[in-house]
């Protein structure tokens, strides 16, 4: 609404000519202020004239031939939301006043009880009163927007640091492997051949006794390397770990720590507690591992209880002790920087740790984290995808709360899946929730998860893609079948097709078009392998 210092636009809405005629008089009473004022005798007839034309103010009488009494003041507004109103009656009832303003109005306003400039000045106040509470409206909004932008781009930097968090995981993890591997590959089995040289050395030296001592005291040299490496080689990256279910992982960890340290742990698993995410399961590894140091070296006792839970979509993970306790607030003097590392990382996750703990009386590490069941991944070496040229996607964001599309994987190639794991762990959007090997492994893990998109390999062992492909499709229609084969063979994409794949692509597709053809449901077919 705007409004001109120098004219007023005035809409009367009122049918008896003889008040608006004391109605103009009172406002030229008003010398501050110049007015121009069209007049309406019915409802209908004003509310037609605010919608062609522009009024500063509207002044409504109550009763009317066409509408009497609130009801006028709300039909009014609606249809001029923007325009103040300022009701002008006779009815001299201040509960109807009341109500009347619940409505929207500006002001209430008997005829006979106003006099000089009364109406012209509160027209003026109505208008300046309406202006202010626009530029109010306007202001909310505006700020309301500015919020929802900054809180969408927090969330979005809250999840970025959540993945760069776990990517960290998984990086120290990888770092933690690789240096295994160095360990059992290469340093290990240097030492076995250095011990297999010492043996032939010491076959030469039996007329020697006093280097026979001395190549006996190397062999015990080598085999104590042997067996530190070896330790090492474990404790950096347990096969356990990877090889195994969480709950057994645990399990294991308890009985390495008794083991080691003599520190008794008993393990409580609730229910199904396995993580599809690599990540995750290395850092709840990892943060039991750390606590349980913890235990040994500061509680003093010879058992501790480790119990691990899943509710709803995150893993709770306990770790409790009668052991001497220690202040929680001093955490960085009285527990070690293992600890607060473990504390930043569960915030960085999104998730939560307490501690509970008093002197004398034992403590308590929980540990919550959310587990969405996509881990986040590096780029495998060579893991390129390459190939026709295609048109590139458009770019896809999904909006907040939108769920990921499920897709599974399917290729009896390791470093295939891999490659394509990696490719789509990087997209907000796609969430792989299985892999299978063989044909007909992913015909029951697609019956069984209900996926939304089936990346299929075209040759596969047992059943072939096609017939898994079919059988897929047989039971479950609304799965869209995406076939990837290392042949450019129009047969082969028309088999594919008839079996009810929505799209095919060849190995060497870029990694766009394979996004576009999961992403769908545009994606077709393409006998062209593009």
């Known amino acids: 609404m705007a409004t001109n210092k120098d004219r007023i636009r005035v809409l009367l809405v009122e049918d008896s000519p003889s008040d608006a005629q004391l109605f103009c008089e009172l406002l030229q009473d008003y010398a501050p202020q110049r007015f121009v004022m069209e007049r309406a005798q019915r409802l209908d007839e004003a509310i037609r004239r605010v919608a062609a034309r522009t009024f500063d103010v509207v002044f409504l009488d109550l009763t009317l031939p066409d509408s009497t009494g609130l009801d006028t003041c709300a039909r009014m507004r609606r249809a001029a939301p923007r325009v103040p109103i300022i009701v002008l009656t006779g009815v001299d009832d201040e509960a109807m006043a009341l109500q009347a303003l619940r409505t929207g109005v500006e002001d209430y306003l008997v005829k006979g009880q106003v006099q000089g400039g009364a109406v012209g000045r509160a027209a003026r106040y109505a208008i300046e009163h309406k202006q202010a509470e626009e530029a109010l409206r306007e202001l909310n909004a505006t700020l309301e927007s500015r919020v929802a932008e900054r809180t969408a781009e927090l969330e979005h930097r809250t999840r970025q640091l959540q993945r760069l968090t776990l990517e960290l995981s998984r990086a120290e993890e990888r770092e933690r492997k690789r240096l295994a591997e160095v360990l059992h590959d290469d340093l290990q089995q240097i030492l076995a051949a250095s011990t297999f040289h010492l043996h032939i050395l010491r076959s030469r030296l039996k007329d020697n006794p006093g280097l026979q001592d001395i190549a006996e005291r190397v062999g015990q040299l080598l085999k104590e390397a042997i067996d530190k490496s070896r330790g090492l080689s474990h404790e950096l990256s347990p096969v356990m770990l990877y090889r195994n279910e969480l709950g057994t992982t645990f399990e294991w960890l308890a009985q390495q720590v008794e083991a080691k340290h003599g520190l008794r742990v008993h393990v ?20 039991a591992q750390e606590i349980l140091f913890n235990i040994v070296k500061h509680a003093g006792v010879r058992e501790a209880r480790l119990r691990l839970q899943r509710r709803r979509d995150r893993l709770w993970l306990t770790i409790s002790d009668r052991g001497q306790g220690f202040d929680p607030k001093s955490l960085d003097k009285a527990a070690g920087v293992g600890l607060l590392s473990i504390r930043e990382r569960v915030e960085l996750l999104g998730g939560r740790m307490r501690i509970r703990s008093a002197r004398g009386r034992g403590s308590t590490f929980l540990v919550t ?5 996509m881990p986040v991944a590096t780029p ?76 299929m390999d075209v040759t596969l062992p047992g059943i072939a893609g096609d017939e898994a492909t079919r059988q897929i499709k047989r039971r479950q229609p609304r799965t869209r079948i995406v076939a990837l084969s290392m042949r450019d063979e129009a047969r082969i994409s028309e088999m594919m097709r008839q079996a009810g794949a929505e799209a095919y692509l060849v190995k060497t597709a870029t990694s766009e078009q394979l996004l576009t053809a999961i992403r769908g449901p545009q994606a077709s077919l393409a006998r062209d392998g593009g």
Do not use: C, M, Y
């Open 268 to 287: 409580e698993i609730r229910g199904r507690v396995e993580s599809p995410s690599e990540g995750h399961k290395a850092f709840l590894f990892r943060t």
């Open 369 to 373: 984290i959310p587990d969405a069941g």
């Open 380 to 455: 495998v070496a060579g893991a390129v995808w390459g190939g026709p040229t295609g048109t590139a996607p458009r770019e896809h964001a999904p909006h907040v709360g939108a769920r990921a599309l499920r897709v599974l994987l399917v290729d009896d190639h390791q470093p295939v899946r891999e490659g394509l794991a990696t490719l789509l762990q990087g997209q907000e959007d796609i969430e792989i929730v299985g892999q299978a090997g063989d044909g007909q492994e992913a015909v029951d893990l697609a019956l069984r998860l209900e996926p939304d998109v089936v990346v």
